[in-house]
């Protein structure tokens, strides 16, 4: 229960870690086989930026349809003015990249890959009536999903090459607690229904029951029947709340961080997260150092890396590179005279609030998602 979604299992999330982070795949054919940019040209254009580029609404529409497929989430951020202005700006910086890199053949491997995402992605569709009919409704098509995968991921692709060894060393070194492998038991007094996100009991209520299970173990109790009777974690209250030999990386921030520093062999205190209050004891905890890292650990921090690289481009060159936004206003207008959300900026940037920014790019909240 206290796990992070392993979100690099299956193809359909590998392209949310794309989006956010990178997969090595590519489109079948030469850049300039592959079609035009979906929907350039058809419609309204919605914004302008270095060296005539465009962007038409016909086209962002492809494009969030294409994004909400593989992340639903993006609906909810597109409802929201800010967020959707946001979102066509990233979509910029990224056709600004990919044009820079030019024609470049793909390899077999990235045939492949994109081949199997493609299907898996026409199978995911077709087995849900509500998801196709809006890929449908917005014309999205075959070569529109390949472009749009293609584009994005040669563009992580390309960001991941640029980074070294010496600065996966330095942000392993950083990090390094995420690496070590930990032993421990728990038990979950849950907060929240994790199958509806409806509140299951109360902050206080879960922290006095934790607080006495903590009593009951620190008096001698047996961690294999407390957790049968009162752990609400399924994935091990029946074998005593017991991890065995898990990467601390592998778990929400607040598990992890008492993973790491709880003293070894002693019930801590209750730790609050996201699933309510954990009663924790750390059996055994061991380092590994860099040289021991697997092949993925060490593709993982690259990934990283690339993608704090993309963030600083969205945040810093971007904005002078995008000279006019043109979205649809808001039906309802904003109070106040704070943001001009959706509306037309020329002359330079949008006036967009960057702690509003979608990132993308980011990876940090991926690693809280949960099983």
């Given amino acids: 229960m206290p796990r992070t979604k392993n979100w690099r299992k299956a193809t359909l999330l590998i392209l949310a870690g794309v989006l956010a982070i990178t997969l090595m795949a590519g489109c079948?054919?030469?850049?300039?086989?592959?079609?035009?940019?979906?929907?350039a040209g058809e419609g309204k254009t919605i914004a302008t930026y270095t060296d005539g580029g465009t962007v038409t609404d016909k086209e962002f529409k492809l494009y969030s349809t294409f994004f909400g497929v593989v992340q639903p989430q993006t609906e909810m951020?597109?409802?929201?003015?800010?967020?959707?202005e946001q979102f066509l700006r990233e979509y910029i910086g990224y056709k600004i990249l990919y044009k820079k890199l030019g024609d470049k053949k793909q390899t077999d491997e990235e045939k492949k890959n994109v081949d199997t995402f493609y299907t898996q992605l026409k199978q995911s569709v077709d087995a849900d009536a509500t998801t196709k009919k809006k890929v449908?409704?917005?014309?999205?098509?075959?070569?529109?999903?390949?472009?749009?995968?293609?584009?994005?991921?040669?563009?992580?692709?390309?960001?991941?090459?640029?980074i070294t060894d010496d600065q996966v060393k330095k942000q392993y070194d950083a990090t390094k607690d995420d690496y070590n492998v930990v032993t421990v038991r728990h038990v979950l007094i849950s907060t929240v229904d994790t199958t509806t996100g409806a509140e299951k009991r109360k902050d206080a209520e879960a922290l006095k029951i934790a607080k006495d299970v903590k009593a009951q173990l620190d008096a001698g109790g047996d961690w294999t029947a407390i957790a049968k009777k009162y752990s609400e974690d399924p994935g091990s209250k029946d074998n005593?709340?017991?991890?065995?030999?898990q990467p601390a990386k592998s778990w929400v921030a607040e598990f992890k961080d008492a993973a790491n520093k709880q003293p070894i062999g002693k019930v801590g205190d209750p730790v609050k997260t996201q699933y309510g209050y954990h009663v924790m004891k750390v059996e055994k905890r061991?380092?590994?150092?860099?040289?021991?890292?697997?092949?993925?650990?060490?593709?993982?921090?690259?990934s990283s890396l690339a993608s704090t690289n993309m963030n600083k481009f969205m945040t810093d060159e971007l904005p002078k590179l995008i000279t006019k936004i043109d979205l649809p206003k808001a039906e309802t207008p904003a109070t106040g005279s704070g943001t001009n959300a959706g509306g037309t900026n020329s002359g330079g940037t949008t006036n967009t609030n960057k702690d509003a920014n979608t990132n993308t790019n980011t990876n940090a909240d991926k690693k809280t998602e949960t099983k």
């Fill in 28 to 39: 079948g054919k030469k850049k300039e086989e592959s079609g035009a940019v979906p929907g």
């Fill in 77 to 84: 951020y597109l409802s929201i003015p800010q967020l959707q």
């Fill in 136 to 162: 449908d409704d917005a014309g999205l098509k075959e070569s529109d999903i390949r472009y749009f995968f293609t584009m994005i991921s040669t563009i992580m692709k390309d960001q991941e090459s640029k």
């Fill in 240 to 245: 005593g709340g017991l991890y065995e030999n």
């Fill in 286 to 302: 061991t380092p590994t150092a860099f040289d021991k890292l697997t092949a993925d650990d060490k593709t993982e921090i690259k």
